[in-house]
């Protein structure tokens, strides 16, 4: 564990936790991009170069920006998000913590034998190479999938009251 | 403990906030951010285990967290363009105060 480490997962850790505790809804997107950045430098940091940058582009540049509109799009006066009610909140947290603790455990007690590998090479090259040879099919499929969501939430998100009138 | 599972407990540690914000949120919109979350802690996942795994030159753990990301993009949009929806008709994001299927 290096001070780098230590460093992005505290950033981490608090980013998303602020993102999922705060009051306002606009606050919490703005915290989410900064977990959601440090996640990207923790990419760069395991050597995913392409996966780092395509994490700030999707999540910070359109995931977030998509969610911050929305907030503002269904932005009501009243105050929306009023204190949850107190069981709920608590029965939540426990049974996080409890999905944690499962985890935790099952991560700590098993020793995957990992030797010190030197950094695998991953440029965005071999990223392409890789993408327009072996993965062409998931590529073609992938990018179906996104012209179908792209119109259906067009087609979703559009006020038909207009045309009935 | 050696970085591999330092990754693998930040990662369930993500993992656990989004399912918490995901559980006690009132607020659709960040019921879907708590999903997401949980979707960037499978991709930490995945990176972490191409850098330390076996033959990482493959690239799939590369592959695989690319596509994940290109999912959840598209099921941000969907998903916030459902709530938008949901809006117009019941006037307000509060999960529990849209608790009727028949408008």
């Given at each position: 564990?290096?001070?780098?480490?230590?460093?992005?997962?505290?950033?981490?850790?608090?980013?998303?936790?602020?993102?999922m505790s705060?009051?306002?809804?606009?606050?919490?997107?703005?915290?989410?991009?900064?977990?959601?950045?440090?996640?990207?430098?923790?990419?760069?940091?395991?050597?995913?170069?392409?996966?780092?940058?395509?994490?700030?582009?999707?999540?910070?540049?359109?995931?977030?920006?998509?969610?911050?509109?929305?907030?503002?799009?269904?932005?009501?006066?009243?105050?929306?998000?009023?204190p949850d009610s107190h069981s709920a909140w608590i029965a939540g947290c426990i049974v996080a913590a409890a999905v944690f603790a499962?985890?935790?455990?099952?991560?700590?007690?098993?020793?995957?034998?990992?030797?010190?590998?030197?950094?695998?090479?991953?440029?965005?090259?071999?990223?392409?190479?890789?993408?327009?040879?072996?993965?062409?099919?998931?590529?073609?499929?992938?990018?179906?999938?996104?012209?179908?969501?792209?119109?259906?939430?067009?087609?979703?998100?559009?006020?038909?009251?207009?045309?009935?009138? | 403990?050696?970085?591999?599972?330092?990754?693998?407990?930040?990662?369930?540690?993500?993992?656990s906030i989004?399912l918490a914000g995901a559980l006690t949120r009132r607020?659709?919109?960040?019921?879907?951010?708590?999903?997401?979350?949980?979707?960037?802690?499978?991709?930490?996942?995945?990176?972490?285990?191409?850098?330390?795994?076996?033959?990482?030159?493959?690239?799939?753990?590369?592959?695989?967290?690319?596509?994940?990301?290109?999912?959840?993009?598209?099921?941000?949009?969907?998903?916030?363009?459902?709530?938008?929806?949901?809006?117009?008709?019941?006037?307000?994001?509060?999960?529990d105060?849209?608790?009727?299927?028949?408008?």
């Amino acid at each position: 564990m290096t001070a780098s480490f230590i460093l992005l997962a505290v950033l981490t850790v608090a980013g998303t936790a602020a993102a999922m505790s705060m009051r306002n809804a606009v606050h919490c997107v703005l915290a989410l991009t900064l977990g959601l950045t440090s996640v990207a430098m923790l990419y760069l940091q395991l050597g995913a170069q392409f996966v780092g940058f395509t994490q700030i582009l999707v999540y910070v540049g359109a995931v977030a920006i998509l969610a911050v509109f929305a907030v503002m799009m269904t932005h009501n006066d009243k105050p929306m998000d009023l204190p949850d009610s107190h069981s709920a909140w608590i029965a939540g947290c426990i049974v996080a913590a409890a999905v944690f603790a499962v985890l935790a455990r099952a991560i700590v007690s098993s020793a995957p034998t990992v030797q010190a590998q030197p950094q695998p090479a991953a440029t965005v090259q071999q990223v392409g190479d890789a993408l327009m040879h072996r993965f062409v099919l998931p590529l073609e499929i992938m990018g179906l999938l996104l012209t179908a969501a792209l119109i259906g939430a067009v087609v979703i998100a559009m006020d038909r009251r207009e045309e009935m009138k | 403990m050696n970085s591999l599972q330092s990754y693998l407990l930040l990662s369930s540690l993500l993992f656990s906030i989004g399912l918490a914000g995901a559980l006690t949120r009132r607020n659709a919109i960040l019921v879907l951010i708590g999903i997401e979350l949980m979707l960037n802690a499978a991709n930490l996942n995945f990176i972490a285990f191409w850098r330390y795994g076996t033959n990482p030159d493959a690239l799939t753990g590369i592959m695989f967290a690319i596509f994940s990301i290109s999912i959840a993009a598209a099921e941000a949009a969907v998903g916030l363009s459902i709530i938008l929806a949901a809006y117009r008709h019941c006037r307000t994001t509060d999960l529990d105060r849209m608790n009727s299927l028949k408008g």
